[in-house]
Structures are given as C-alpha cells and as structure tokens.
C-alpha cells in the first residue's frame, strides 16, 4: 500500500469515526427534532441567503456555533504543527465536507426516531432539495470534497 493511499484511508476513517461520535451527540441534543427543531434558540427560517448557501434550511444559534467549531477544531493540526499550505487547506476543507455530509447520514441512521427508512424527502423537511434519495447537498458536497482530495493529494512534478 502506498503512502499516500494510505494516509488518505487513514485520514477517512478518522472522520468518520469524528462523524459517528459528533452524530451521537446530536442525536442526544436533538432527538426526533432534527435541524435543532426544538432546541431553545434563536432562528431565521426565510431569507434568501439561506437559500443560496444553505439549501433553504433554517440558520439558528446551535449551528452559527457548531458549523465555525467544527471548522476551527479540523484546522487545529495546522497550528499544532505550524505548518499550511493551499494542499492542507484544501484537505482540511475536503475533511470538513465529508465529516458533515457522514454526520448527517449517520445521524438518520443512528437515530432511534428515525432509520434509514424515514430518510427521505416527506419525512426530512428541513432537506429541501433531493436528488437520487439523498439530499442535494450529498452530491454537491460529494464532488467538491472529491476534487479537493485530488488536489491536496497532487503530486509536483519534478522538472
């Protein structure tokens, strides 16, 4: 196994077992109310930002919190080795897609409220956008961390 398939599926599994605790966590935050439906909060349900960069979902102060600490948290290593560049930034952000999109499957997973089988667009309103039995966000998520991984992974070429 070379090095870099190996760093890359060592890497993956670390954020999924981030994704399978952090999961855990908001099941037992959450519940049956998910997207912090009935979390003691503040909340902005409608505007057009939030459709642009949100998939139309509600902004409330439980994910203005958790989105930036779960970003400050992947970009931790950097500091702790002093050491950044456009690749480990890249992987970073590639990491930090793949933990949300994994963290959110698994939380429909996991939860005792719901299943696998009550994943879908009837019963998971606050996904408004589908696409192949996933929300949209999967896929776009997907591809963009996909390519990022590419990139960070990139070899120089020796001249």
Not at 38 to 45: D, Y
Not at 79 to 88: A, G, Y
Request: glycine share 6%; proline share 4%; hydrophobic share 55%.
């Amino acid at each position: 196994m070379n090095s870099s398939f190996k760093n890359l599926f060592l890497t993956l599994l670390w954020v999924f077992v981030l994704a399978v605790f952090f999961a855990q966590v908001e099941i037992q935050i959450e519940g049956a109310n998910g997207w912090g439906g009935s979390l003691p909060t503040w909340r902005i349900k409608n505007h057009w930002l939030l459709d642009l960069f949100w998939g139309g979902r509600a902004m409330t102060g439980y994910h203005a919190w958790v989105f930036p600490f779960i970003a400050i948290f992947f970009h931790f290593p950097i500091i702790w080795m002093s050491q950044w560049n456009w690749k480990i930034q890249a992987r970073i952000a590639a990491c930090i897609i793949i933990f949300w999109i994994t963290e959110d499957c698994l939380w429909f997973v996991m939860n005792p409220a719901y299943g696998i089988s009550s994943f879908n667009p009837v019963l998971v309103p606050w996904h408004r956008h589908w696409l192949w039995g996933t929300p949209i966000d999967y896929w776009i998520g997907g591809v963009v961390a996909i390519l990022l991984l590419c990139y960070s992974y990139k070899k120089e070429k020796v001249r």
